[in-house]
């Protein structure tokens, strides 16, 4: 075990001994030996009473042994002596840090009514790599879920985004079929390609009374792929304005959204959108998240070229997506479903004017046999139809498999490697294809 004040900030040292029946005798220093074995001869037969007893005795003799602490901890707890045993692990973890004391000390203090205690605790043990994080995570949203915090009763389910708070991004993806160009009998070339990508994304938001808030923020996203005559080569700068509200078990959120974005190095178009999030708490294990946006495009005063094949568009696009947790409110294993509709409306008939709808079904699951990793299945269906120009008539069907394998280093860091396979069964046969695409990926979150 590694040497360290751990939790004198939470207890301040304090260790207070509990005299049995009317007050117990000071016991010489050489008498410790004799009441620390006695004590744990008892605690190995599991008459969890008798050993606290003795180890009490071998602490007036000596208080600061670590396993006598520990022993006395665990036994204490075991005779519901929830005080005690709290005391104990706090003045064992002032030298020590282990994992499993820490556990017991947070149970103690929520069994004992010290909520706040408990729920710092539970904090720290889902903040930090340890076999137990789940667990305390669980535990943590228990306590706020049945709003036993002191003072939590009436305050909003999902807490309110304040100060600077944001992610980072950089991946790398090999695409087998990264576009749809055929030879004369109709056949994909299949060009493979090499991708790097970065996003970088950050809010600031200020508190407005008990429930709102306001803000703004910024999103940079980039694609660079290895061949350079590839016309795929996007970045994309985004500024916001945003305002929200928080209740008890909701979180409500409107943004306008401004955008610049580039292609292969030219000014393609800007964007305005307007967007709507809103999350509800639907009973203890279920979130529905539904967003909605509507953006105008702007083409034809950017790039001739560009807007001759790529009108202005005016974008709708909706989502709805529900949450199933199979561990209370634990975020570490759910089931989801998510449907979207997107309209990308222009006044051509083009392969540019389309409509989908998309259906997902997915997985999200610890892995048991290594700690913080986590494995996230997907499998996603869209109909897709185009107005292309008469008379041809062009609809696809888009079929994607995809497996993420991600740890968690820490709470902010992630590491991610991905497979996605996507078929797509065109009414045009030339546009049938089929992509197997590779990545790995490293996020922060702050």
Same mark, same amino acid.
């Given at each position: ?12 040292? /304090? ?8 007050? /117990? ?23 969890? &009473? ?18 006598? @602490?520990?022993?006395?901890? @665990? ?11 709290? #005391? ?45 994080? =789940?667990?305390?995570? !669980?535990?943590?949203? #228990? ?24 992610? /980072? ?23 493979? &390609? ?48 945003? /305002? ?19 292609? !292969? ?25 539904v967003q909605g946006a509507v953006a105008n495009e702007d083409w034809t005063d950017k790039n001739p070229d560009w807007a001759e094949s790529n009108p202005d568009a005016i974008k709708y696009d909706v989502s709805l ?25 222009? &006044? ?78 065109? !009414?045009? =046969? ?17």
């Amino acid at each position: 075990m590694k040497k360290r004040s751990f939790l004198c900030g939470l207890m301040g040292g /304090a260790f207070a001994v509990l005299a049995w029946a009317g007050g /117990a005798m000071a016991v010489p220093a050489d008498d410790f030996s004799t009441h620390y074995k006695q004590g744990l001869g008892y605690f190995e037969k599991k008459q969890y &009473d008798q050993a606290r007893e003795e180890l009490v005795l071998a602490m007036e003799a000596k208080s600061d042994d670590p396993d006598m @602490l520990r022993h006395l901890a @665990l036994a204490s707890f075991m005779v519901k002596d929830y005080p005690l045993a709290r #005391n104990a692990a706090a003045q064992f973890l002032n030298v020590y840090e282990d994992p499993a004391i820490l556990v017991l000390m947070g149970r103690s203090c929520e069994l004992n009514g010290d909520l706040e205690l408990a729920a710092n605790i539970y904090q720290k043990l889902a903040n930090t790599a340890n076999p137990y994080q =789940d667990a305390a995570q !669980t535990a943590l949203n #228990n306590l706020v879920e049945s709003r036993q915090l002191p003072g939590q009763k009436g305050k909003p389910f999902f807490p309110r985004p304040e100060g600077v708070h944001g992610a /980072a991004m950089v991946s790398v993806e090999y695409d087998d079929n990264i576009t749809t160009i055929y030879d004369q009998t109709g056949t994909p070339s299949g060009i493979d &390609d090499t991708r790097a990508g970065l996003a970088f994304g950050a809010d600031v938001d200020v508190p407005v009374g008990e429930r709102f808030y306001w803000g703004g923020g910024g999103l940079f996203l980039g694609n660079l792929y290895n061949d350079e005559a590839q016309p795929y080569e996007v970045a994309m700068v985004r500024g916001n304005l945003h /305002a929200g509200m928080v209740g008890d078990d909701w979180n409500l959120k409107v943004a306008l959204e401004l955008d610049s974005v580039d292609y !292969t190095h030219e000014h393609a178009f800007d964007a305005q959108r307007l967007t709507v999030s809103y999350l509800q708490l639907l009973g203890r294990r279920n979130i529905m998240i539904v967003q909605g946006a509507v953006a105008n495009e702007d083409w034809t005063d950017k790039n001739p070229d560009w807007a001759e094949s790529n009108p202005d568009a005016i974008k709708y696009d909706v989502s709805l997506e529900d949450r199933y947790y199979l561990k209370g409110m634990a975020s570490n294993l759910f089931l989801r479903m998510k449907y979207q509709y997107q309209l990308n409306d222009t &006044d051509e008939r083009s392969t540019v004017d389309y409509y989908f709808n998309k259906g997902t079904l997915g997985l999200r699951s610890p892995l048991a046999f290594a700690w913080n990793t986590y494995i996230v299945p997907d499998i996603s269906y869209e109909y897709r139809s185009y107005k292309e120009p008469d008379p041809t008539d062009r609809t696809d069907r888009i079929t994607e498999y995809s497996i993420i394998l991600g740890k968690s280093w820490t709470k902010e860091f992630n590491s991610e490697l991905s497979y996605r396979r996507r078929d797509t069964n065109s !009414t045009v =046969d030339n546009y049938d294809k089929t992509q197997n695409i590779y990545g790995l990926s490293m996020i922060y979150v702050f």
